[in-house]
């Protein structure tokens, strides 16, 4: 190249302004990884295509470097700060090092750009743009012509809507090209479409979404297709362009051309070229008798033609024309790495989309595939991921009841009446650390209350303490089937971040270990407390939830008792004492139990002044009753109590006062049998007597019933007033007792308790609404429900290593307390669908609302409202290279715990299923395998030890899916490992259930896995805004994280490769 020497000089002695950029960076000549010199500092002036290299800023240009046919690599890490300039002549690289990362992306961008290659890129934008402004005028021009009528028409434009099946897309296509011309004879074409739809209202052109990259071939087949939700507005009047890039090759561990910061979305122009484009009418595909369009592809100006492009409409209930012999000869090798996703406002597609279902999902992303069979056949599947409102909704509830229950314990606490100063101290104590965690509660309940925005908790929001009950990435997973020869199916699988109470940390474990401790600290607490075990705590906590529930439906049983009394109705006076008998029976049951009498004793012993009548300690207290720290109990009580002893203890009183109740509603009882008796004798004897007279005696007997029932109704009153008084304190003083013996610690794990079950328990009731509703037309499973119980399958991928094993302590607690969550199916009276949660802690009914013509379709039992218990079990394999860390350096004895404690859960749950359900009620595809055979196979992988054995989470799902399960896949974010998990589960199921051809497997496990494409969303549309390089790597990362699940030999070798790598660069 000739040039002026001179001019370049002069050229480079501008003033700063002129120059496009300029700067310092460290510079030298490298030749394949080995730099000729150490890198030298240099002043960098960019102009045009032009860099010059000075020693300072002020000193003559000492090299220019021409910017032609060239391009930039630059290395993805985070901590890189250098890229390499290569040249197709082969004279060595140019390598620069800029001070920072910014810095070095701003260069790469500036010289990116600077080459003839970048200018023609955006000159075929701005052509693109111009046809696009051409479109518009010649529409609003033609519209100028239209008479004054038709015009006026137009200002509210009625548009034609596309007729199609209730709560199912409004348009689905797919696409393939043929005959594609290349820039070069020789080019192999990496090829994908983009799609962007003009709405017939507003002219304005939106990109909508794309397909995946097909790659070395003119004729590409796509397999991911187009999908409309129904809220989209697309009439027939809409048009849809269709634009065919190529991409430029790629690597996945460096990208060519400029290249923007990881965090911000890649520039529509970077890394491909325009091949062509074309427009079709959506009314024109719908219209169309064979409903397919073949289209010629042109170049931007309109005149050179490329190829052309089909457009097939799809309907997931219909059988597609046509075989697929003709690509299984050139597509199997096309590669996948792209697919574009598209996004409804809310609600979900698909024949379930009935109002309550709306009510807990939203945001829907749908993505359309078409996939051959094994028998050369197409089947369809759409994939589908949606938010849920029951990420807050479930533990604004929870808060809520926790609130009120610790309000009520605290009252409790105070209305102990009077203690020796020893004991008021504590009490106090314990009540004021109580109100501070209350006080909390309720800043956390009104923080969650103003919340607005995403109905999920992304994961870099799992530190905030205002989120810390929410779930993280709580959605809903779903693929729906449609293939040759078999019926339509779902699959639903639950993504969320495992439960964990991530805002206090893991620095001394999880729920697991801690719990663990404070027991046995509590056991060796001095004598200042009264120790109870953890089973007796539960058991006081339960008495007073019995005494808060029973009483007022015993006095309103009673109430109605004396009112049917008053109205003299034999059948109402029977209906009211059975209901008041059942009740009363249930009431004197709850005091059955030693710990009562026992607690009593010891809260007697708290008084400012006791002596015992008996000194010894109740009979079998050490075994059932307040299991004291000490034999010698009542006399170290004496010691405490500073004040001298005046009165007695009678134990046996309790007996007698409780003994009242059932005698009490003896009397009723037997006051009533003889009420009805005597009416029966009257009857028989006045049966022929004049009716007026009858009348009379009526009215006469009905006060003599009224007023004979009052005082017997009174007394049972009282003495269960007196019973529930003594109960209520002498529960509260136990309650007390466990409070004052791990203060803060005890109230600092129930909050992380509360935490961690809040977030465990949002997903499962997500799950079993989902479950319900897809399955209310399944008799088997309704039976199962409500005779059995629903199975609920966790998937933990967590390792065993550093904060993870925390994490998993955190969720295999929460998951277990699960077993105490109980559904109860009612008919919902209004249009708010939303589950409502009553009870206390370790004890909480869900109730789920289902609209009425739902509700008909459930068994008897189910709509009685009988209770329906869940079997949650957890199986955690990890699989990332900090588990690799764990295997060779640490520990997976929890692991292997975990997993061996869920799989005797999953035996009782098989056993109750085999005594108490037909054979026939599995589902249908399920018959080739034997549960048993799975369970023992389960139980062998587990057993055997093995270092990242994946088959244990293969095998849990299977048997999940076969008995009716609800199944969980969870990660520490729900993000990376979760995703590969679950297109991993998808595609393996394509393959084992519904003949997905063999060589497909990959690239249809490509196509689900791949996102680089998310681009073109909006930054509202991404679930993960403002955390894309934490949160959602590209596609480039899938694949060593793919074959984790594979091999954990691959993985070591990855790790041993990785950090040759990084010692190579730092050296």
């Given at each position: 190249?000739?040039?002026?020497?001179?001019?370049?000089?002069?050229?480079?002695?501008?003033?700063?302004?002129?120059?496009?950029?300029?700067?310092?960076?460290?510079?030298?000549?490298?030749?394949?990884?080995?730099?000729?010199?150490?890198?030298?500092?240099?002043?960098?002036?960019?102009?045009?295509?032009?860099?010059?290299?000075?020693?300072?800023?002020?000193?003559?240009?000492?090299?220019?470097?021409?910017?032609?046919?060239?391009?930039?690599?630059?290395?993805?890490?985070?901590?890189?700060?250098?890229?390499?300039?290569?040249?197709?002549?082969?004279?060595?690289?140019?390598?620069?090092?800029?001070?920072?990362?910014?810095?070095?992306?701003?260069?790469?961008?500036?010289?990116?750009?600077?080459?003839?290659?970048?200018?023609?890129?955006?000159?075929?934008?701005?052509?693109?743009?111009?046809?696009?402004?051409?479109?518009?005028?010649?529409?609003?021009?033609?519209?100028?012509?239209?008479?004054?009528?038709?015009?006026?028409?137009?200002?509210?434009?009625?548009?034609?809507?596309?007729?199609?099946?209730?709560?199912?897309?409004?348009?689905?296509?797919?696409?393939?090209?043929?005959?594609?011309?290349?820039?070069?004879?020789?080019?192999?074409?990496?090829?994908?479409?983009?799609?962007?739809?003009?709405?017939?209202?507003?002219?304005?052109?939106?990109?909508?979404?794309?397909?995946?990259?097909?790659?070395?071939?003119?004729?590409?087949?796509f397999l991911t297709g187009v999908t409309f939700p129904p809220e989209y507005p697309i009439y027939e009047e809409t048009k849809i362009k269709l634009t065919v890039y190529d991409v430029k090759d790629k690597s996945q561990d460096t990208v060519r051309t400029s290249v923007l910061p990881?965090?911000?979305?890649?520039?529509?122009?970077?890394?491909?070229?325009?091949?062509?484009?074309?427009?079709?009418?959506?009314?024109?595909?719908?219209?169309?008798?064979?409903?397919?369009?073949?289209?010629?592809?042109?170049?931007?100006?309109?005149?050179?033609?490329?190829?052309?492009?089909?457009?097939?409409?799809?309907?997931?209930?219909?059988?597609?024309?046509?075989?697929?012999?003709?690509?299984?000869?050139?597509?199997?090798?096309?590669?996948?790495?792209?697919?574009?996703?598209?996004?409804?406002?809310?609600?979900?597609?698909?024949?379930?989309?009935?109002?309550?279902?709306?009510?807990?999902?939203?945001?829907?992303?749908?993505?359309?595939?078409?996939?051959?069979?094994?028998?050369?056949?197409?089947?369809?599947?759409?994939?589908?991921?949606?938010?849920?409102?029951?990420?807050?909704?479930?533990?604004?509830?929870?808060?809520?009841?926790?609130?009120?229950?610790?309000?009520?314990?605290?009252?409790?606490?105070?209305?102990?009446?009077?203690?020796?100063?020893?004991?008021?101290?504590?009490?106090?104590?314990?009540?004021?650390?109580?109100?501070?965690?209350?006080?909390?509660?309720?800043?956390?309940?009104?923080?969650?209350?103003?919340?607005?925005?995403?109905?999920?908790?992304?994961?870099?929001?799992?530190?905030?303490?205002?989120?810390?009950?929410?779930?993280?990435n709580l959605h809903l997973q779903r693929m729906h089937v449609h293939s040759p020869r078999l019926k339509d199916a779902l699959y639903d699988v639950i993504t969320v971040g495992a439960p964990a109470a991530h805002f206090q940390g893991f620095k001394n474990g999880g729920l697991r270990?801690?719990?663990?401790?404070?027991?046995?600290?509590?056991?060796?607490?001095?004598?200042?407390?009264?120790?109870?075990?953890?089973?007796?705590?539960?058991?006081?906590?339960?008495?007073?939830?019995?005494?808060?529930?029973?009483?007022?439906?015993?006095?309103?049983?009673?109430?109605?008792?004396?009112?049917?009394?008053?109205?003299?109705?034999?059948?109402?006076?029977?209906?009211?004492?059975?209901?008041?008998?059942?009740?009363?029976?249930?009431?004197?049951?709850?005091?059955?139990?030693?710990?009562?009498?026992?607690?009593?004793?010891?809260?007697?012993?708290?008084?400012?002044?006791?002596?015992?009548?008996?000194?010894?300690?109740?009979?079998?207290?050490?075994?059932?009753?307040?299991?004291?720290?000490?034999?010698?109990?009542?006399?170290?009580?004496?010691?405490?109590?500073?004040?001298?002893?005046?009165?007695?203890?009678?134990?046996?009183?309790?007996?007698?006062?409780?003994?009242?109740?059932?005698?009490?509603?003896?009397?009723?009882?037997?006051?009533?049998?003889?009420?009805?008796?005597?009416?029966?004798?009257?009857?028989?004897?006045?049966?022929?007597?004049?009716?007026?007279?009858?009348?009379?005696?009526?009215?006469?007997?009905?006060?003599?019933?009224?007023?004979?029932?009052?005082?017997?109704?009174?007394?049972?009153?009282?003495?269960?007033?007196?019973?529930?008084?003594?109960?209520?304190?002498?529960?509260?003083?136990?309650?007390?007792?466990?409070?004052?013996?791990?203060?803060?610690?005890?109230?600092?794990?129930?909050?992380?308790?509360?935490?961690?079950?809040?977030?465990?328990?949002?997903?499962?009731?997500?799950?079993?609404?989902?479950?319900?509703?897809?399955?209310?037309?399944?008799?088997?499973?309704?039976?199962?429900?409500?005779?059995?119980?629903?199975?609920?399958?966790?998937?933990?991928?967590?390792?065993?290593?550093?904060?993870?094993?925390?994490?998993?302590?955190?969720?295999?607690?929460?998951?277990?307390?699960?077993?105490?969550?109980?559904?109860?199916?009612?008919?919902?009276?209004?249009?708010?669908?939303?589950?409502?949660?009553?009870?206390?802690?370790?004890?909480?009914?869900?109730?789920?609302?289902?609209?009425?013509?739902?509700?008909?379709?459930?068994?008897?039992?189910?709509?009685?409202?009988?209770?329906?218990?869940?079997?949650?079990?957890?199986?955690?394999?990890?699989?990332?290279?900090?588990?690799?860390?764990?295997?060779?350096?640490?520990?997976?004895?929890?692991?292997?715990?975990?997993?061996?404690?869920?799989?005797?859960?999953?035996?009782?749950?098989?056993?109750?299923?085999?005594?108490?359900?037909?054979?026939?009620?599995?589902?249908?595809?399920?018959?080739?395998?034997?549960?048993?055979?799975?369970?023992?196979?389960?139980?062998?992988?587990?057993?055997?030890?093995?270092?990242?054995?994946?088959?244990?989470?293969?095998?849990?799902?299977?048997?999940?899916?076969?008995?009716?399960?609800?199944?969980?896949?969870?990660?520490?974010?729900?993000?990376?490992?979760?995703?590969?998990?679950?297109?991993?589960?998808?595609?393996?199921?394509?393959?084992?259930?519904?003949?997905?051809?063999?060589?497909?497997?990959?690239?249809?496990?490509?196509?689900?896995?791949?996102?680089?494409?998310?681009?073109?969303?909006?930054?509202?549309?991404?679930?993960?805004?403002?955390?894309?390089?934490?949160?959602?790597?590209?596609?480039?990362?899938?694949?060593?994280?793919?074959?984790?699940?594979?091999?954990?030999?691959?993985?070591?070798?990855?790790?041993?490769?990785?950090?040759?790598?990084?010692?190579?660069?730092?050296?």
């Amino acid at each position: 190249m000739r040039f002026n020497a001179k001019d370049l000089a002069s050229l480079a002695r501008r003033p700063s302004g002129c120059f496009d950029k300029e700067g310092k960076l460290k510079i030298c000549r490298v030749v394949g990884d080995e730099k000729l010199i150490e890198p030298r500092e240099r002043w960098c002036r960019l102009k045009g295509n032009l860099l010059f290299l000075m020693k300072n800023k002020s000193s003559e240009a000492s090299e220019v470097v021409i910017l032609e046919r060239c391009w930039i690599v630059e290395f993805r890490s985070k901590t890189a700060v250098s890229i390499v300039l290569k040249f197709q002549s082969g004279e060595p690289d140019l390598y620069l090092e800029a001070a920072s990362k910014p810095d070095c992306e701003s260069w790469a961008v500036a010289l990116g750009e600077a080459n003839s290659e970048g200018l023609q890129n955006k000159i075929q934008q701005l052509r693109r743009l111009i046809m696009e402004i051409k479109e518009e005028r010649s529409s609003d021009e033609a519209q100028q012509f239209l008479p004054s009528s038709q015009v006026d028409n137009l200002g509210e434009p009625q548009f034609t809507s596309i007729q199609r099946i209730a709560n199912e897309p409004k348009l689905e296509f797919s696409l393939a090209c043929k005959d594609l011309v290349a820039a070069t004879r020789d080019r192999k074409l990496n090829t994908f479409i983009q799609v962007s739809v003009v709405h017939p209202a507003e002219h304005i052109l939106t990109r909508y979404s794309s397909t995946e990259i097909v790659e070395g071939t003119r004729d590409p087949l796509f397999l991911t297709g187009v999908t409309f939700p129904p809220e989209y507005p697309i009439y027939e009047e809409t048009k849809i362009k269709l634009t065919v890039y190529d991409v430029k090759d790629k690597s996945q561990d460096t990208v060519r051309t400029s290249v923007l910061p990881d965090h911000k979305e890649p520039r529509a122009d970077v890394g491909r070229s325009f091949l062509g484009c074309t427009t079709f009418r959506v009314g024109d595909l719908v219209k169309s008798k064979e409903q397919q369009l073949t289209l010629t592809l042109r170049t931007s100006d309109g005149g050179k033609t490329v190829g052309t492009i089909e457009v097939n409409l799809v309907k997931m209930g219909e059988l597609e024309d046509g075989e697929t012999d003709h690509i299984t000869s050139d597509a199997q090798d096309q590669k996948c790495a792209l697919v574009r996703e598209c996004t409804a406002t809310e609600g979900i597609s698909g024949k379930d989309n009935l109002p309550s279902l709306n009510a807990v999902l939203k945001n829907p992303i749908c993505k359309l595939y078409r996939f051959p069979t094994s028998d050369n056949k197409w089947m369809r599947i759409r994939e589908q991921m949606a938010e849920t409102t029951l990420s807050f909704h479930v533990p604004k509830e929870l808060i809520n009841l926790h609130i009120k229950e610790d309000m009520r314990r605290n009252q409790e606490l105070k209305d102990l009446g009077e203690l020796a100063p020893h004991w008021d101290n504590m009490r106090k104590s314990v009540i004021a650390h109580c109100d501070q965690m209350l006080s909390m509660y309720q800043d956390t309940l009104a923080e969650l209350g103003k919340h607005t925005g995403s109905s999920f908790k992304s994961s870099c929001s799992k530190g905030e303490k205002t989120l810390e009950f929410i779930p993280i990435n709580l959605h809903l997973q779903r693929m729906h089937v449609h293939s040759p020869r078999l019926k339509d199916a779902l699959y639903d699988v639950i993504t969320v971040g495992a439960p964990a109470a991530h805002f206090q940390g893991f620095k001394n474990g999880g729920l697991r270990k801690l719990l663990s401790k404070f027991e046995a600290e509590r056991r060796n607490t001095g004598y200042q407390c009264i120790y109870y075990s953890p089973e007796n705590t539960a058991k006081a906590k339960e008495v007073l939830s019995n005494i808060n529930h029973l009483q007022p439906l015993i006095s309103s049983h009673a109430d109605l008792l004396l009112n049917s009394a008053s109205q003299h109705s034999p059948d109402s006076l029977k209906n009211s004492l059975k209901m008041l008998s059942e009740k009363t029976e249930l009431f004197v049951h709850a005091f059955k139990d030693q710990l009562v009498r026992s607690a009593l004793l010891a809260l007697y012993t708290a008084r400012p002044g006791c002596v015992l009548k008996k000194p010894a300690v109740p009979r079998n207290s050490a075994e059932e009753g307040g299991d004291l720290q000490h034999q010698d109990h009542p006399s170290q009580l004496k010691r405490q109590d500073s004040i001298p002893h005046h009165s007695e203890y009678d134990e046996e009183e309790w007996d007698r006062v409780w003994a009242n109740v059932g005698k009490s509603l003896n009397c009723v009882i037997a006051m009533v049998d003889r009420l009805l008796e005597k009416e029966n004798i009257n009857n028989i004897e006045d049966g022929e007597n004049d009716p007026s007279a009858a009348d009379c005696k009526v009215l006469h007997t009905g006060g003599d019933w009224y007023e004979q029932l009052y005082p017997l109704v009174i007394t049972l009153k009282d003495c269960m007033g007196e019973v529930v008084t003594r109960a209520k304190q002498s529960m509260a003083f136990v309650l007390l007792q466990e409070l004052a013996c791990g203060l803060p610690q005890c109230l600092m794990l129930t909050l992380r308790r509360d935490i961690v079950f809040s977030q465990a328990l949002a997903g499962l009731v997500c799950g079993f609404i989902i479950k319900l509703h897809t399955s209310l037309h399944d008799q088997g499973f309704l039976q199962q429900l409500h005779t059995v119980g629903l199975l609920v399958q966790y998937e933990g991928l967590l390792s065993t290593y550093s904060e993870e094993a925390g994490m998993l302590e955190d969720m295999a607690v929460g998951i277990s307390d699960l077993q105490k969550v109980m559904f109860k199916v009612i008919e919902a009276k209004s249009e708010d669908f939303l589950p409502v949660i009553t009870g206390r802690r370790e004890h909480y009914v869900i109730e789920v609302q289902l609209p009425a013509k739902m509700f008909e379709l459930l068994p008897q039992e189910i709509k009685e409202g009988k209770l329906l218990r869940m079997y949650p079990v957890l199986f955690n394999v990890g699989i990332n290279e900090q588990q690799t860390l764990a295997e060779r350096f640490g520990d997976t004895t929890l692991q292997e715990n975990i997993n061996q404690e869920n799989l005797e859960l999953l035996k009782e749950y098989y056993k109750l299923f085999t005594e108490k359900m037909p054979p026939d009620c599995l589902p249908h595809f399920q018959e080739q395998n034997d549960l048993k055979g799975l369970l023992e196979n389960l139980h062998q992988n587990i057993q055997a030890k093995k270092r990242k054995n994946v088959e244990i989470m293969w095998l849990a799902a299977t048997i999940c899916r076969k008995l009716n399960g609800v199944r969980f896949t969870c990660c520490k974010s729900a993000k990376d490992r979760t995703s590969m998990s679950v297109t991993l589960e998808q595609c393996s199921i394509l393959r084992d259930e519904h003949q997905l051809h063999k060589d497909f497997f990959i690239r249809a496990l490509d196509c689900m896995r791949s996102r680089q494409t998310q681009g073109a969303l909006n930054e509202s549309d991404d679930p993960e805004t403002g955390c894309l390089t934490d949160n959602k790597p590209t596609s480039r990362h899938f694949y060593p994280v793919a074959l984790l699940l594979v091999s954990s030999h691959l993985l070591v070798v990855w790790l041993i490769l990785s950090l040759a790598l990084l010692l190579a660069k730092y050296q």
